[in-house]
């Protein structure tokens, strides 16, 4: 079992940054791919960027690729996502997941551990 808080959401201007961070408890957290999902009013629930465990691989939507960078610290059990350049339509809740197996990571249906989310709200 593994749980999952995020932090660090809140309201930016168009064009701003923010970092969220995501903490794991409960289990070895270099084993997991941790994962980043939003989720806006009214429709589905979208990949947003993921990295591996052991090699730190990482992987991005192609909404957000060079604005956005997944990255964690296994001794801290915790993983990020720093977003820069940040436009109206990221507005979503951000949602960290976690899985073991290191394949389909952009797949929700793969993700065994959700967190409660954290809002981004990004005005014009």
């Known amino acids: 079992q593994v749980q999952l808080v995020e932090s660090g959401g809140g309201l930016v201007q168009a064009g701003g940054s923010l970092r969220l961070s995501c903490t794991a408890s409960g289990d070895t957290f270099s084993r997991y791919v941790m994962a980043w999902f939003r989720q806006s009013p009214g429709k589905e629930r979208e990949f947003v960027a993921a990295i591996t465990g052991s090699y730190g691989s990482t992987y991005y939507a192609d909404s957000v690729k060079g604005r956005f960078t997944i990255s964690r610290d296994n001794a801290k059990n915790s993983a990020y996502l720093q977003m820069n350049s940040l436009k109206p339509e990221d507005t979503a809740v951000y949602l960290c997941?976690?899985?073991?197996?290191?394949?389909?990571?952009?797949?929700?249906?793969?993700?065994?551990?959700w967190g409660q989310g954290t809002q981004v709200t990004v005005s014009s």
């Open positions: 997941a976690a899985k073991i197996r290191p394949w389909r990571v952009s797949a929700i249906e793969e993700y065994d551990y």
